[in-house]
């Protein structure tokens, strides 16, 4: 059971919009940066989003991320087949002294 | 432009030890924090420790009796032992470098392809 709370899934149509959830607590998302990534299977992980909403370089305009207490979320817009990967955010903590991820999100590109 | 990648035995038997070692290529291990993260089956994420570059280490709780994370003799290398294996440390094994952060270490940035691990006799 992972510290930081994620939907196991979402999924949307092609040039929609979905918001994956992150949820956690004042030792971590409340007081700490989050950071969000893609993972596509059999490949290394991705720096999407650092510092809860700036955008690591290269990333499509269509991410988008913000934080409210001790929830964050990540936006992506105009959905393609591409995006289609396990999505997971993280922040440290500092009552475990430690990085905590979400489960992940699969996302669905219907 | 640095690189990441891991290598080290894909076959461990239980009770033994992991070891791991990430090598990093353009760039030093200098100003950034050194990490090791795992993916296991049908699991998410799970970041095991890091060293830094004031060669401070921090370990996940529920691992940091098995876990050892450091920079090794040869240049820009680092490694990771986790002794006492059982199969539910089979998994992809990722070493990811993780910016300077201000007050506390920040994101990975960079990852390597990961190497796949099984625990089995």
């Known amino acids: 059971q992972s510290v930081l709370t994620q939907p196991p899934s979402v999924s949307e149509a092609p040039r929609q919009r979905v918001t994956i959830s992150c949820s956690g607590s004042?030792?971590?998302?409340?007081?700490?940066?989050v950071s969000w990534y893609q993972h596509l299977p059999g490949k290394a992980p991705t720096l999407l989003i650092y510092?809860?909403?700036l955008k690591s370089s290269g990333v499509s305009d269509r991410f988008s991320a913000s934080k409210s207490g001790t929830s964050a979320s990540l936006a992506i817009s105009g959905l393609q087949s591409e995006d289609e990967a396990d999505y997971y955010c993280?922040?440290?903590?500092?009552?475990?002294?430690?990085?905590?991820f979400g489960g992940g999100t699969k996302l669905t590109v219907l | 432009q640095v690189q990441l990648q891991e290598s080290g035995p894909g076959l461990v038997k239980p009770a033994e030890t992991l070891s791991l070692t990430c090598g990093v290529s353009g760039g030093t291990l200098r100003h950034y924090y050194w990490n090791w993260i795992r993916k296991s089956p049908g699991k998410g994420l799970e970041w095991i420790g890091f060293f830094s570059y004031s060669a401070d280490t921090s370990y996940n709780p529920s691992l940091k009796s098995r876990v050892t994370i450091s920079e090794d003799d040869s240049d820009n290398q680092f490694s990771l032992r986790l002794t006492s294996v059982t199969a539910a440390d089979t998994a992809v094994y990722f070493c990811?470098?993780?910016?300077?952060?201000?007050?506390?270490?920040?994101?990975?940035?960079?990852w390597g392809p990961g190497t796949v691990v099984t625990v089995s006799s």
């Open positions: 510092y809860d909403d």
């Open positions: 990811a470098r993780g910016e300077p952060g201000v007050q506390t270490p920040g994101a990975f940035d960079i």
């Open positions: 004042t030792s971590n998302i409340g007081n700490n940066a």
């Open positions: 993280a922040a440290w903590d500092d009552r475990l002294s430690g990085w905590v």
